[in-house]
């Protein structure tokens, strides 16, 4: 019987596309987002357990929210959860908890996901995962799922591959960053292109393999932790990791580089739910293409996201493609599509105070 793979939970992000319901101290992957009594942290974990053990996940989260997910996931050992004392995204991220895992379980497989990610067909996603892990076990591939893209989308990364339908794992020719509408098009009519879901399936040899020849600076700092992994010293030395390592993602600093990168194909209702439009998209809509969770009359009003406290009324006339939504201090009111705007948007209101964010 094979070993259960180990899943790693990249859970640190602040969620800013998502203010003001996303704040600093309590980010998306912490929220009920979608209603259904649990947070998108915890459906992630849920969506895993009938394939490996709760003290095979590992959730990796900025120092502040240990105490939420400790709060959020009880049954995980305290131990795997992965204090980052900087954020310094998703490869060092996933160095350190490979280099953790590889001292306990040299020969592990891992799988690594976002923390806040929809899937609406979780039997599908299932299989996706399990044939991703009977693929890993060749050489050493690097194994990323790649969704069957419906719209030319220009808010996610796209994966080009080698076509062949023999196999299922496909040898991945190119990555590209968010396209513009004329080139996301382009590779949608191609049909050898997919969306980048940013979740991965390895060996954890394979991948730190991969980490000494295309990011040896990093190897070399994570390297260094062997002796100090799973013992009360791991924090301290991470610490000092941390301060010797520069910001860079998973994608660049390997994914890009490696010849050993397969993409499997998925398509089981995935979302990334990375901003008000992307969570727009999915919910229930009423007769003139508008979301509405709020106690609320609408005139002339389409295709608007409404998200308010239930003890209001709402009264809104003549908005199209418009976010009118308030979380605690903050009613904000948008373009439903200005998802760029965000980041100028949080900016200026921290300068307003930090109560704000």
Same mark, same amino acid.
């Given at each position: 019987?094979?070993?259960?793979?180990?899943?790693? =939970?990249?859970?640190?992000?602040?969620?800013?596309?998502?203010?003001?319901? &996303?704040?600093?101290?309590?980010?998306?992957?912490?929220? !009920?987002?979608?209603?259904?009594?649990?947070?998108?942290?915890?459906?992630?974990? !849920?969506?895993?357990? &009938?394939?490996?053990?709760?003290?095979?996940?590992?959730?990796?989260?900025?120092?502040?929210?240990?105490?939420?997910?400790?709060?959020?996931?009880?049954?995980?050992?305290? $131990?795997?959860?992965?204090?980052?004392?900087?954020?310094?995204?998703?490869?060092?991220?996933?160095?350190?908890? $490979?280099?953790?895992? #590889?001292?306990?379980?040299?020969?592990?497989?891992?799988?690594?996901?976002?923390? @806040?990610?929809?899937?609406?067909?979780?039997?599908?996603?299932?299989?996706?995962?399990?044939? #991703?892990?009977?693929?890993?076990?060749?050489?050493?591939?690097?194994?990323?799922?790649?969704?069957?893209?419906?719209?030319?989308?220009?808010?996610?990364?796209? =994966?080009?591959?080698?076509?062949?339908? &023999?196999? *299922?794992?496909?040898?991945?020719?190119?990555?590209?960053?968010?396209?513009?509408?004329?080139?996301?098009?382009?590779?949608?009519?191609?049909? @050898?292109?997919?969306?980048?879901?940013?979740?991965?399936?390895?060996?954890?040899?394979?991948?730190?393999?991969?980490?000494?020849?295309?990011?040896?600076?990093? *190897?070399?700092?994570?390297?260094?932790?062997?002796?100090?992994?799973?013992? !009360?010293?791991?924090?301290?030395?991470?610490?000092?990791?941390?301060?010797?390592?520069?910001?860079?993602? =998973?994608?660049?600093?390997?994914?890009?580089?490696?010849?050993?990168?397969?993409?499997?194909?998925?398509?089981?209702?995935?979302?990334?739910?990375?901003?008000?439009?992307?969570?727009?998209?999915?919910?229930?809509?009423?007769?003139?293409?508008?979301?509405?969770?709020?106690?609320?009359?609408?005139? @002339?009003?389409?295709?608007?996201?409404?998200?308010?406290? #239930?003890?209001?009324?709402?009264?809104?006339?003549?908005?199209?493609?418009?976010?009118?939504?308030?979380?605690?201090?903050?009613?904000?009111?948008?373009?439903? @599509?200005?998802?760029?705007?965000?980041?100028?948007?949080?900016?200026?209101?921290?300068?307003?105070?930090?109560?704000?964010?």
């Amino acid at each position: 019987m094979q070993e259960k793979p180990y899943v790693v =939970i990249m859970a640190g992000g602040i969620g800013s596309r998502f203010w003001p319901y &996303s704040r600093n101290n309590r980010p998306k992957q912490f929220l !009920d987002i979608l209603g259904t009594g649990r947070s998108l942290l915890q459906m992630t974990y !849920d969506r895993f357990l &009938s394939m490996t053990d709760s003290d095979r996940f590992l959730v990796v989260t900025n120092k502040h929210y240990f105490d939420l997910v400790r709060e959020q996931l009880p049954d995980i050992p305290v $131990s795997n959860i992965l204090k980052e004392p900087q954020r310094r995204d998703t490869a060092n991220c996933i160095a350190y908890a $490979s280099y953790k895992i #590889s001292e306990k379980d040299p020969h592990a497989k891992v799988i690594v996901t976002p923390a @806040d990610h929809l899937i609406l067909n979780e039997s599908k996603f299932i299989l996706n995962i399990e044939t #991703s892990l009977n693929s890993c076990e060749q050489h050493d591939r690097l194994i990323t799922i790649g969704i069957q893209p419906n719209r030319p989308e220009t808010g996610y990364g796209y =994966i080009q591959y080698f076509v062949d339908d &023999s196999k *299922a794992a496909k040898k991945v020719k190119t990555f590209t960053e968010k396209p513009n509408l004329k080139l996301a098009k382009t590779f949608l009519e191609s049909g @050898d292109f997919v969306w980048n879901s940013g979740m991965f399936v390895w060996k954890v040899e394979s991948i730190i393999k991969a980490f000494e020849k295309y990011m040896p600076e990093v *190897a070399e700092v994570f390297e260094e932790g062997v002796g100090y992994y799973n013992t !009360d010293q791991e924090h301290e030395f991470i610490i000092k990791a941390y301060s010797q390592v520069k910001n860079i993602s =998973i994608d660049f600093g390997i994914m890009e580089k490696s010849e050993e990168v397969y993409v499997i194909l998925g398509d089981f209702g995935w979302s990334d739910l990375g901003s008000w439009m992307g969570l727009y998209e999915i919910q229930d809509k009423d007769v003139e293409e508008n979301v509405v969770e709020a106690n609320a009359l609408l005139y @002339d009003t389409k295709n608007c996201y409404v998200k308010v406290s #239930s003890n209001k009324l709402v009264v809104i006339q003549g908005l199209e493609n418009y976010l009118v939504t308030e979380s605690e201090n903050v009613l904000l009111i948008c373009k439903l @599509d200005a998802e760029k705007k965000f980041r100028e948007f949080v900016i200026d209101a921290k300068a307003k105070g930090e109560n704000f964010v």
